[in-house]
């Protein structure tokens, strides 16, 4: 018995935008969804080596909920000149860019390599309710999108 293994080729991979609204979710199972989203490990036809996986809007970022002793957490980032070593804590970094934290979040639950960088650029987080990705989370649901198509 001879089975065929599904390769995946590029030209039939197909790109959704989601939209995950962050208010009231824990920031972890929040991240691990963002996370298999983006890699497309909820397709049947997942590639680990190919990057067939959806965009992801993530609006109010600043509703994220936190548990835990996370609020002492440090991110640490260096601007490679002596003593350019920087920190700030998650509650600081709440305050201030929230988007950053799910940002951390989901780079942390992705490939750490180039891949993971191709992947984490689909992110995209936005601190309040709105975002300006409308037209690309609408094309894809079949609404209408303007020109000739459209008035036929």
Do not use: C
């Not at 089975?3 to 199972?29: C, S």
């Not at 963002?34 to 397709?43: D, F």
């Amino acid at each position: 018995m001879s089975t065929k293994t599904y390769v995946l080729r590029p030209r039939d991979i197909e790109q959704t935008w989601h939209v995950v609204d962050a208010d009231g979710q824990t920031l972890g199972r929040l991240a691990s969804r963002i996370a298999a989203t983006l890699r497309g490990k909820h397709r049947p036809t997942f590639t680990p080596s190919m990057a067939n996986g959806d965009f992801v809007v993530v609006v109010n970022a600043e509703k994220v909920r936190v548990t835990g002793d996370t609020r002492e957490k440090v991110y640490y980032r260096h601007s490679q000149y002596p003593g350019g070593l920087k920190s700030v804590t998650q509650e600081k970094l709440l305050q201030t860019k929230p988007e950053r934290v799910i940002e951390q979040a989901v780079k942390g639950m992705l490939p750490h390599n180039r891949h993971g960088a191709a992947l984490l650029r689909r992110l995209k987080v936005y601190r309040g309710p709105d975002h300006p990705h409308q037209a690309q989370v609408n094309a894809g649901k079949g609404k209408a999108r303007g020109g000739a198509a459209a008035s036929a």
